[in-house]
């Protein structure tokens, strides 16, 4: 064996995962960044206002945000591209495209699916769930290695 090459690949190696964790965060996408999407800009739009009407800022008390603000837009576009068949996220495309000019059975099922995913996605955020619903993940302390009387 080689010292000379052992050393060298051991000090890359060493060096790599020294690294690593910085070009993992380098690389990550963060909450505020934008999702690649299938939906066009005009529908991701149309989405928006849906959602704003859907459930307004302040619709509670003031200063209450509302369902845009919390980004429940961004949610249900990555919840239809990642979680829809193709064929239920064309059906999604084809309702936002005739969104105010049909009333028809199907355009009553997709406001009905997008009115009950914003509200799922609102009462769901982080912000919502945390100000004003007081959600802990973990309350209290977990004790986990206790001994027990037997």
């Known amino acids: 064996m080689n010292r000379r090459h052992a050393v060298t ?4 190696v060493a060096g790599g995962l020294i690294t690593l964790p910085f070009w993992m965060t380098a690389c990550r996408m963060s909450d505020k960044d934008t999702h690649l999407s299938s ?3 005009e529908e991701q739009a149309t989405l928006a206002r ?3 009407t859907i459930i307004p800022a302040g619709a509670g008390t003031a200063g209450e945000p509302g369902a845009l603000a919390v980004g429940v837009d961004k949610f249900l576009i990555k919840l ?6 193709a064929a239920d996220r064309d059906k999604v495309k084809r ?3 005739a969104y105010g000019h049909s009333t028809d059975k199907e355009q009553q099922d ?3 699916l997008i009115k009950s995913e914003t509200i ?5 955020s982080q912000k919502v769930m945390e100000d004003y619903l007081h959600y802990k993940v973990a309350p209290g302390h977990y004790y986990g290695c206790i001994d027990l009387k037997a």
Do not use: K, S, W
């Open 50 to 52: 849906m959602v704003d």
């Open 39 to 41: 939906f066009t800009p």
């Open 80 to 85: 239809i591209d990642d979680c829809y068949e």
């Open 9 to 12: 690949h051991l000090t890359i």
């Open 95 to 97: 309702q936002l495209a």
């Open 120 to 124: 799922r996605g609102f009462n769901t």
């Open 110 to 112: 997709f406001i009905a």
